[in-house]
């Protein structure tokens, strides 16, 4: 299958400094991807969705100011976590879709990124 | 709005047995269903999904998950667990866009 890649897939960092996280598809071209939330032991939250050339579309209760999302070109997107504090530490993944079809196209998600914030 | 849920938080399972993973779904319109795993610290491992046609769909390391619409249920199952088979499984459908959804998901544990 498509391969997502996600970096870094750690990160530690100090309350009020930014931390970006990039998001790339290896082996294809995604129109569209997506970045989830998942803190311990719980679900996926979807946090926004990237188009490539456009603002991403935030879901309800996500400041996009906080976390600005960037699709700069049809394999790369990147998650911006703004004056990070210790709440915002979480588990972080993005995933890409192939195709542009509504009923097609496959979603492939990159292995996360943990971000730890002191 | 499309849900999916995932009514156990832990299933257990002895290694060889037939084990299921039940997933309910709530959607409006035609359902995309998805199964996927989690091993910890990774991302997501794609399983199977329904689109259409046969209600019995074969996925990745000999699971298969039945959809049924009477019930709205699109449970996981294997027919002999292993302990590697041992996760974070999650039950997803297709939401607004091409996102999607995913239920809260299910730790499955197989012990030896």
């Known amino acids: 299958g498509a391969v997502v890649s996600q970096h870094p897939s750690w990160v530690i960092c100090k309350s009020g400094t930014s931390v970006k996280i990039e998001c790339r598809s290896l082996d294809f071209q995604a129109t569209t991807m997506f970045w989830y939330r998942q803190f311990p032991k719980q679900s996926l939250m979807l946090m926004a969705t990237s188009n490539e050339g456009s603002k991403a579309t935030y879901e309800q209760g996500v400041e996009k100011d906080k976390f600005l999302i960037n699709h700069a070109s049809l394999t790369l997107s990147t998650l911006t976590v703004t004056s990070a504090h210790p709440e915002d530490s979480s588990f972080y993944i993005c995933?890409?879709?192939?195709?542009?079809?509504?009923?097609?196209?496959?979603?492939?998600f990159g292995e996360g990124s943990r971000l730890t914030v002191l | 709005a499309q849900s999916v849920a995932q009514p156990e938080d832990q299933v257990n399972v002895a290694e060889g047995n037939p084990l299921t993973v039940k997933c309910t779904y709530s959607?409006?319109?035609?359902?995309?269903l998805f199964w996927y795993v989690q091993y910890p610290n990774r991302g997501l491992q794609f399983l199977l999904k329904?689109?259409?046609?046969?209600?019995l769909v074969k996925g990745s390391y000999g699971f298969e998950a039945e959809f049924n619409k009477s019930q709205t249920s699109f449970h996981l199952k294997k027919p002999s667990a292993l302990v590697s088979d041992s996760a974070l499984y999650f039950c997803?459908?297709?939401?607004?866009?091409?996102?999607?959804?995913f239920g809260k998901g299910t730790t499955l544990s197989v012990s030896s």
């Open positions: 959607v409006s319109g035609n359902p995309y």
């Open positions: 997803a459908v297709r939401g607004r866009g091409t996102a999607l959804i």
């Open positions: 995933s890409a879709r192939t195709g542009t079809g509504v009923n097609t196209g496959e979603l492939f």
């Open positions: 329904y689109i259409t046609g046969d209600n």
